[in-house]
T-cell receptor
Framework: GENVEQHPSTLSVQEGDSAVIKCTYS??????FPWYKQELGKGPQLIID?????GEKKDQRIAVTLNKTAKHFSLHITETQPEDSAVYFC??????????FGKGTRLSVIA | NAGVTQTPKFRVLKTGQSMTLLCAQD?????MYWYRQDPGMGLRLIHY???????AKGEVPDGYNVSRLKKQNFLLGLESAAPSQTSVYFC????????????FGPGTRLTVT
């Protein structure tokens, strides 16, 4: 089955700097790659996703890139703000199989 | 529109006791999921359902049972709780089809002593 590895497990950045979180997946049939943000005491919430026919997608300060050949995808957050502090999860899915999540990255934005 | 709700929010059980966690969604979603979240382990899928009356096993199904008698509800049962089942449990729902976005509930924190 699918296996998703996520790095780093923790990340601290200064406010205004960029943050990058990377994930790799094992199943070449996977074609959907979402990123979820989990704030303290809440359930995860989708912030951006990308499908395998697209190499990059942007939404304001966040972007996701996908390299299907290398089987990795990344989340980029620019101009980080304190409210970006949270746990971020990547995930991968292919066909009729359920989403498989990475282990998460705890991002701290230091003011 | 409440989205996905979970009952209860907190629970403490003794080893061997049983309980049922209730998940309800008011978005008419076909798909529903139960996950557990443990420190450093991410979100692991316990069971899921692709429609009323259907259930399927996820990555970590042992020790849990589920039922989806009504489209809007997905129940997770622990027949004989063990300390290893201490975790935060999240329910999620999704439209299905080509829309894969999952909407998560607020979670249930379960402690088994």
């Amino acid at each position: 089955g699918e296996n998703v590895e996520q790095h780093p497990s923790t990340l601290s950045v200064q406010e205004g700097d960029s943050a990058v979180i990377k994930c790799t997946y094992s199943d070449s049939a996977s074609n959907y790659f979402p990123w979820y943000k989990q704030e303290l005491g809440k359930g995860p919430q989708l912030i951006i996703d990308i499908r395998s026919n697209v190499g990059e997608k942007k939404d304001q300060r966040i972007a996701v890139t996908l390299n299907k050949t290398a089987k990795h995808f990344s989340l980029h957050i620019t101009e980080t703000q304190p409210e970006d502090s949270a746990v971020y999860f990547c995930a991968a899915k292919g066909g009729n199989t359920p989403l498989v999540f990475g282990k998460g990255t705890r991002l701290s934005v230091i003011a | 529109n409440a989205g996905v709700t979970q009952t209860p929010k907190f629970r403490v059980l003794k080893t061997g006791q049983s309980m049922t966690l209730l998940c309800a969604q008011d978005m008419n979603h076909e798909y529903m999921y139960w996950y557990r979240q443990d420190p450093g382990m991410g979100l692991r899928l316990i069971h899921y359902s692709v429609g009323e009356g259907t259930t399927a096993k996820g990555e970590v199904p042992d020790g849990y049972n589920v039922s989806r008698l009504k489209k809007q509800n997905f129940l997770l049962g622990l027949e004989s709780a063990a300390p290893s089942q201490t975790s935060v449990y999240f329910c999620a729902s999704a439209t299905g089809g080509t829309s894969y976005e999952q909407y998560f509930g607020p979670g249930t924190r379960l402690t088994v002593t």
